[in-house]
Each structure stands twice: as C-alpha cells, then as structure tokens.
C-alpha cells in the first residue's frame, strides 16, 4: 500500500509560477518510478511528466516541455512538479502516481497508486 499526497496547488495568474509536491509513504519511494497526470473538466486525464526512480531520465508532454520541470527528493520521498510560463490552459486537477514499471510511464494504466489531486487555476 502506498500513500501519495500532493499540495501546492492555487491560483496564480498567466505567467506565474507554482510548485507542487507529492509526499509518499507505505512503499520504498526509491523502487518507484513516478508521474504526475492532469484532468481538466470535461477531460480525460492527461499525462504531464514522469521520472524515473533514480531521477536520472525525465519525460515530459509536448505542451509543458520547457516550462515544467519534474524532479524527485528520495532522503524526502518527495517529488515535485516545478511549473513556469503557466497558462491558462493549465487549468486543471493534477495528481501524482507512482508505478513499478520503468518504461511506458506515459500511460495511465501502469500506475497503481494515486493521489488525490490538486487543484490549479491560471486566470488570464
């Protein structure tokens, strides 16, 4: 069992800057890769970025590539989400997740523990 908590969400204006968080416990953070996904209303569920369990290989969605930048604390079992340049097209839930599996780590079916979201809002 793994316990995934996210904060850092709010609102911020087009440009601005959020970080957000992902706090683990229950598994051993290191054997885990992780992602974060968004889900805006009315939408699926979105991959956003992965890293891989030691830190060392990032993937990123086109849209966010050289705005958002993922990284992971394993002494903290921590990740975070670093967003800059955001956009209102931002908007949305975003959650984290952590898989066992190294490669695929864009698809929402290869993870198995969720958090529960949070919430962020780019205002124009």
């Known amino acids: 069992q793994v316990q995934l908590v996210e904060s850092g969400g709010g609102t911020v204006q087009a440009g601005g800057s959020l970080t957000l968080s992902c706090a683990a416990s229950?598994?051993?953070?290191?054997?885990?890769?992780m992602g974060w996904f968004r889900q805006a209303p009315g939408k699926e569920r979105e991959f956003v970025a992965a890293?891989?369990?030691?830190?060392?290989?990032?993937y990123y969605t086109d849209s966010v590539k050289g705005r958002f930048t993922i990284s992971r604390d394993n002494a903290k079992n921590t990740a975070y989400l670093q967003m800059s340049s955001l956009k209102v097209e931002d908007t949305a839930v975003y959650y984290c997740?952590?898989?066992?599996?190294?490669?695929?780590?864009?698809?929402?079916?290869?993870?198995?523990?969720w958090g529960q979201g949070t919430q962020v809002t780019v205002s124009s």
């Open positions: 997740a952590v898989t066992k599996y190294i490669s695929g780590l864009a698809s929402r079916q290869r993870y198995d523990y």
């Open positions: 229950g598994r051993t953070f290191s054997s885990s890769a």
């Open positions: 890293i891989s369990r030691s830190g060392s290989s990032t």
